[in-house]
């Protein structure tokens, strides 16, 4: 059964912290997308990887950064969190890119920053 | 720009009809796709369109027209756990996935 695992369902960070989300896939899948979702706004990319150590900026990098040292796992880096990153962050693998090929989701993780 | 439109919310009664309309503008395109999204919970596929017409699949079917930049999500037989908000998103030419803001569905008993 497919499997993408996030490491915290809720997280309470303070302003100014270091914050690490990660997420593991158990499918083998070379594309790996980090999203925030916000009321009223849709599934927004931040970042996404297509291989190891491969990194692509989605639509709002900006505070962000993102590390994929090996396939299962892609990490979601907020080097000095801020209260307007205060959102529910999702992880989402896929197979291949260029047909066909539907995301899988994690559970997702809701950050609040203080 | 990219755009795609949903409704915000819609309500519904248990065992009746639903339609959940989707426009798009967007550079290219490669597929629509409709998620199911629970509160709380991370969405789940439901459905992907690549060439106009419907596609059934037990009690949703999706549709898509490409000439009017359109498709719809139908839900038959409603139940409450049908409950969610339902995510429509575009692949563009650049296999990027657009997605809509998602459509809150009520149901009522």
């Known amino acids: 059964d497919v499997k993408v695992t996030q490491s915290s369902r809720y997280l309470v960070k303070r302003t100014g912290e270091k914050v690490f989300l990660e997420c593991v896939q158990d499918?083998?899948?070379?594309?790996m997308f980090w999203y925030r979702q916000d009321p009223g706004l849709g599934l927004r990319l931040i970042y996404f990887?297509?291989?190891?150590?491969?990194?692509e900026k989605g639509d709002i990098p900006e505070g962000y950064s993102v590390s994929r040292e090996k396939k299962e796992r892609f990490s979601l880096i907020l080097e000095s969190a801020s209260t307007n990153q205060t959102s529910m962050y999702l992880c989402?693998?896929?197979?291949?890119?260029?047909?066909?090929?539907?995301?899988?989701f994690g559970p997702g993780t809701r950050l609040t920053v203080t | 720009g990219q755009n795609i439109d949903q409704p915000t919310e819609m309500t519904a009664t248990e065992g009746a009809i639903v339609q959940i309309n989707c426009t798009y503008q967007t550079s290219g395109f490669n597929g629509l796709f409709w998620y199911q999204q629970h509160a709380g919970e991370a969405p789940t596929f439901l459905s992907y369109?690549?060439l106009d017409g419907l596609e059934e699949k037990g009690r949703f079917s999706s549709f898509l027209s490409r000439s009017k930049g359109y498709s719809y999500l139908l839900l038959k037989e409603l139940q409450m756990k049908d409950s969610a908000s339902y995510l429509c998103?575009?692949?563009?030419?650049?296999?990027?996935?657009?997605w809509g803001a998602g459509t809150k569905l009520i149901i009522k008993p």
């Open positions: 499918m083998d899948h070379e594309n």
């Open positions: 989402a693998s896929t197979l291949k890119v260029g047909t066909f090929s539907e995301q899988y």
């Open positions: 990887s297509y291989d190891v150590k491969m990194k």
């Open positions: 998103a575009v692949l563009d030419s650049n296999y990027q996935l657009i």
């Open positions: 369109n690549v």
